[in-house]
C-alpha cells in the first residue's frame, strides 16, 4: 500500500442512479451519486458504497490512490438510505478483512446478508482520519465525517449541488427537517476548507454558500 503523504486526503467515486418517475417529480431523473475513498498512513477507508454495481468504480479509485481492496480496513455509512448502502454486498466481498461501521440509529435499516456485523458509531468516535459527527435529520442516524488535517467534512447528504447550486434533500427522503437544518449549521459552524456532498461537486466557498440557503430557507 501506497503511504505516501502528498497523495489526496479523499478521492470521489461518482456514479449516476436513475430514478424513477413519481420518486422526485413526474418524471423520471438522473442524479449524481458520490461515495469516497480516504487514504491514510495507517488503511483505507471506504465512505459509503454507492448503489449496486459501484465496486468497479471504487476499485478504480483504489488504484488512482495506488492501493487494492485488500488496503481497505473500514467501511463507514453515513446513513441507510439504498444509494448509499445499495453496494455494501459486492464491497464486502472484495474487502473480507474490512471492519464495517454506520450510525447507530440507522443500523436497524441496513439489510447485509451473512453474518459480517457493522459496528454502531456514535459522536466522537475516531475511524482512522476521520471523526465521527452525528448530524441526524436526514435519517435518525446519519452521520458526517470530519477530516480535520484536510480541513473537511464529509457531510452525507445534508445538502447537495448540483449545477453549482445547494439543494436540500426531497422532503420525502427526509426524516426529520428541522434536526436535519440544525445539523447543518452545527457543521457550518466548524469552518473548515471544504464542504464535499454526497450528491454533486464541491462548490467555492462552502460555508458562505450553505449560510445563504439557510437564510432563504428562513
Known amino acids: 500500500m501506497v503511504t505516501?503523504?502528498?497523495?489526496?486526503?479523499?478521492?470521489?467515486?461518482?456514479?449516476a442512479s436513475q430514478?424513477?418517475?413519481g420518486v422526485l417529480g413526474p418524471e423520471a431523473v438522473t442524479i449524481e451519486v458520490r461515495?469516497?475513498?480516504?487514504?491514510?498512513?495507517?488503511?483505507?477507508?471506504?465512505?459509503?458504497?454507492?448503489?449496486p454495481g459501484t465496486a468497479g468504480a471504487i476499485e478504480a479509485a483504489l488504484d488512482r490512490v495506488g492501493a487494492r481492496w485488500s488496503d481497505v480496513t473500514?467501511?463507514?455509512?453515513?446513513?441507510?438510505?439504498?444509494?448509499?448502502?445499495?453496494?455494501?454486498s459486492e464491497a464486502v466481498i472484495r474487502a473480507p478483512q474490512a471492519t464495517l461501521r454506520a450510525g447507530a440509529l440507522d443500523?436497524?435499516?441496513?439489510?447485509?446478508?451473512?453474518?459480517?456485523a457493522i459496528r454502531p458509531l456514535v459522536e466522537g468516535d475516531r475511524v482512522r482520519d476521520l471523526l465521527v459527527l452525528d448530524t441526524p435529520g436526514h435519517t435518525p442516524g446519519h452521520i458526517s465525517l470530519f477530516h480535520d488535517a484536510a480541513s473537511l467534512v464529509l457531510i452525507g447528504d445534508l445538502v447537495g449541488s448540483v449545477d453549482g447550486k445547494l439543494l436540500f434533500g426531497p422532503p420525502a427522503f427526509?426524516?426529520?427537517a428541522g434536526r436535519s437544518r440544525a445539523s447543518l449549521e452545527r457543521v457550518v459552524g466548524?469552518?473548515?476548507e471544504r464542504l464535499v456532498f454526497s450528491h454533486g461537486a464541491e462548490v467555492t466557498d462552502p460555508n458562505g454558500a450553505v449560510a445563504?440557503?439557510?437564510?432563504?430557507?428562513e
Open 35 to 51: 461515495c469516497f475513498v480516504v487514504p491514510g498512513a495507517n488503511g483505507i477507508v471506504v465512505v459509503d458504497t454507492g448503489i
Open 4 to 15: 505516501d503523504p502528498a497523495r489526496r486526503s479523499i478521492e470521489p467515486v461518482v456514479t
Open 174 to 176: 427526509t426524516a426529520d
Open 74 to 88: 473500514d467501511i463507514v455509512l453515513t446513513h441507510a438510505h439504498f444509494d448509499h448502502v445499495g453496494g455494501l
Open 19 to 21: 430514478v424513477p418517475a
Open 212 to 217: 445563504d440557503l439557510l437564510r432563504a430557507a
Open 107 to 116: 443500523l436497524p435499516d441496513i439489510r447485509l446478508d451473512g453474518d459480517r
Open 190 to 192: 466548524l469552518g473548515v
